[in-house]
């Protein structure tokens, strides 16, 4: 048995939280210094522009990697002999036996992410890691094991990237 633990991607809930924590940071500041534009003289008094730069990065970005804990969720999979086990904090577990899984795709909706297909082309499961990018090949590894999958690479182009888009269907 086998067990995988990453945090997943969130985007949305990762970019409302981080546009709120930038707002709520400026009206906090806009209020200790007397208003947007007391805040705008504060900031052309202050001198340096490097120190203000590294300032506002400390002072803005870094509790946002901080609480990036909290903001995604922790997902645990057991993988055993013949199914996955994956664990999610407030929902269900789910259960997907291997002899359901139909086809997996890596590196195909994005990079680093892997979709596991049903027999109907439904998708069973989804895995975008902000953590561990390692697991996905490992997970796919342990899927094929004991099957028959026909492995197809494509070549795909993100800005001056290339990176490989592999799917596994089952033969």
Request: glycine share 6%.
């Amino acid at each position: 048995m086998k067990n995988y633990q990453y945090l997943e991607i969130n985007p949305a809930k990762g970019i409302g939280f981080a546009i709120g924590y930038i707002a709520i940071l400026v009206i906090i500041l806009s209020f200790i210094f007397g208003g947007f534009l007391g805040l705008a003289d504060a900031v052309n008094n202050f001198g340096s522009s490097k120190a203000l730069g590294f300032l506002a990065g400390l002072v803005c970005l870094a509790p946002i990697f901080f609480l990036m804990k909290f903001i995604y969720p922790k997902i645990n999979i057991n993988a055993t002999e013949n199914q996955l086990m994956i664990t999610r904090k407030n929902q269900a577990d789910l259960m997907l036996n291997y002899n359901e899984i139909y086809a997996l795709a890596l590196n195909a909706q994005r990079l680093n992410t892997l979709t596991i297909y049903g027999k109907s082309n439904e998708i069973l499961f989804h895995i975008q890691p902000f953590s561990n990018h390692q697991i996905m090949p490992e997970l796919v590894k342990t899927i094929i094991q004991g099957s028959t999958f026909r492995k197809t690479v494509t070549k795909r182009k993100l800005f001056n990237t290339t990176y490989d888009m592999i799917v596994y269907q089952r033969s």
